[in-house]
């Protein structure tokens, strides 16, 4: 997939000028980004004509996000409405299975934490709200990925590079396939040390009123050999049916 040099830069511009409060130069900016002097300008340029960034006007102009950029902020805050309402299940089913829980949506071939919702005395875990994992080796990533649609998977498996985390992480695109066939299978995936050594997770896909998959959920904890994760996965189902079907989903899984 070839990706446009200029849209890239222009990303990376605004996440470091939304970091900005106090606003940054374009000469420091250039540093930061190692970005041509002349680029950067003309990409800033076209940025405060519509609105994404503002530009003060001072012996050095600095620049800070713009009200724009808060609009879709916001637009993509009342897309996510429905967060309040699975917020309290979530909450509950932490405390009922004494574990981490995950609300997670797929961005491009990652997952990205939404929200989190933890018991009285949690286990620690590295994710954290608003962090990235790969999709294959995560059980959030495998349970939207085998709802996905076969259009869009199939696009997304050829972008896929598969990175080795532990001795039990998914190694190639044929494993993975076998992986997201028995996920569908069960209803369920499980990220079994794929990610971290010491964690193991189980995770259901979240369906919305259209069917579409909007996410998953997920419960994550330290791996204990004891512990019945296929069991733990039968449970994430199920709680992931009852907000689906909260969330006004009528089909069937």
Known sequence: MKLNRTALRT???????????????????????????????????????????HVAREQKQRYTIGLTAYRVGINYTNNMDFISTIDPVLKAFAREVGKTVFFGVRADDEIVYICKYEPENPIITTATVGTKNPIYCTSLGKAIL???????REALMARIHFKTYTDRTIRNR??????????????????????????ECAGAPVFGPDGTVMGAISVSSLYKPTEDYEALGRTVCKKAVQISKLLGFIGKI
């Open 11 to 53: 990303v990376d511009i605004l996440k470091l000028v939304s970091k900005k409060p106090d606003g940054i130069t374009l000469d420091e900016i250039c540093e930061q980004l190692s970005i041509p002097k002349t680029s950067a300008y003309d990409i800033l340029t076209t940025l405060v004509h519509t609105g994404m960034i």
């Open 146 to 152: 085998a709802y996905s649609q076969e259009e869009e």
């Open 174 to 199: 044929t494993d993975f396939l076998k992986e997201l066939e028995l996920v569908r299978e069960k209803g369920y995936a499980l990220d079994a040390r794929e990610l971290e050594e010491h964690m």
